[in-house]
């Protein structure tokens, strides 16, 4: 059991990722866990820390390089300064650190999560609508309740297609 509180491990953790250090979030806070002290332990485990990694890291927005001209170039672009490079989002690597190769891979991952977003809005838009059909008669349900009615109806989607 070790001595750290869970913030400062995870501080450590995305430190080295901000340095140039790619890294498995998961393998990280396998790692890691035997430095966290037994509070940190008990209120995080294991996905509570990779989960805490993943948003400090996303958090930090990559910076323009301090210069000694009395006028800071601002960046054109807002970047973050840690990006995913596989789609499950599991290793790090800090976006200065990529070479072109790196950053076009980035830019795939982004547009994939971005189409499996879409896919999601979709299926939450097209449940909506089937949810819809009992609302309008029972405004006060909830979405479980309106499910249960899609199964007693056999789960046939009102006419049409998914909703866009």
């Given at each position: 059991m070790g001595q750290m509180r869970l913030n400062d491990v995870v501080g450590e953790i995305v430190g080295e990722v901000i340095a140039g250090r790619a890294i498995n979030k998961r393998q990280a806070a396998v790692n890691r866990w035997d430095d966290i002290d037994a509070?940190?332990?008990?209120?995080a485990g294991i996905d509570g820390v990779v989960a805490r990694i993943d948003t400090r890291a996303r958090r930090l927005k990559l910076k323009a390089e301090r210069s000694s001209a009395p006028e800071q170039a601002v960046l054109p672009f807002q970047l973050p300064a840690a990006v995913a490079m596989d789609i499950d989002g599991?290793?790090?690597?800090?976006?200065?650190q990529l070479s072109r190769e790196g950053f076009e891979r980035a830019?795939?991952?982004r547009r994939l999560q971005i189409a499996n977003d879409q896919h999601a809005l979709r299926e939450w838009r097209n449940a909506l609508r089937q949810a819809d059909q009992f609302w309008a008669a029972n405004p006060d349900w909830s979405f479980g309740n309106?499910?249960?009615?899609i199964l007693a109806k056999g789960g046939t989607p009102l006419g049409g297609e998914a909703v866009q």
């Open positions: 509070d940190g332990q008990y209120l599991t290793t790090l690597v800090a976006t200065r830019i795939e991952i309106c499910l249960d009615a």
